[in-house]
């Protein structure tokens, strides 16, 4: 199962690579991970997504982690309401028919960056179920040349 994590912590040199060694170290893969300063700039949140096969495990990472000296707070969000977005920057050459690819962007909601007579750069905001399908959807329309993605920010309602 798929885990949502925040987790508030100073914002000091070094924390981050403690953390992910703490996940590392006990085999899990981090699938997700986005960092960002607070409205207090000596803080950070970091938004953690990890597959745990082992609940157990992934338990005592989180107590792990509540006991690091930088840690202010961890919360595990999945099983919580919450809201989470990820942004997407998708290039993809232009299909033969274009009315195919506009009907595409509005109904996804996103935005054209950049259109030159080969390619086109499209920026979109959403959760992670819906980028996946705004991705599998342009890759019916057209050839996907380049996929940047911010991976998932969380906060619970």
Do not use: W
């Amino acid at each position: 199962m798929k885990h949502t994590i925040s987790v508030l912590v100073e914002n000091k040199p070094g924390v981050l690579a403690r953390i992910s060694g703490l996940f590392s170290a006990r085999g899990f893969n981090i699938d997700s991970l986005a960092v960002g300063e607070t409205n207090d700039p000596t803080m950070s949140r970091m938004t953690i997504v990890a597959n745990a096969p082992d609940e157990r495990i992934l338990e005592q990472i989180k107590k792990q982690l509540n006991k690091l000296i930088d840690v202010i707070s961890v919360v595990d969000l999945t099983r919580r309401d919450f809201f989470e977005r990820e942004l997407l920057l998708i290039k993809v050459q232009n299909p033969v028919e274009s009315k195919s690819l506009s009907a595409l962007i509005g109904k996804y909601a996103a935005t054209v960056l950049s259109q030159e007579d080969t390619e086109t750069i499209i920026e979109a905001v959403g959760t992670y179920a819906r980028m996946n399908e705004l991705v599998e959807a342009l890759k019916g329309v057209g050839t996907v040349k380049e996929l940047v993605r911010t991976g998932r920010i969380a906060i619970g309602c």
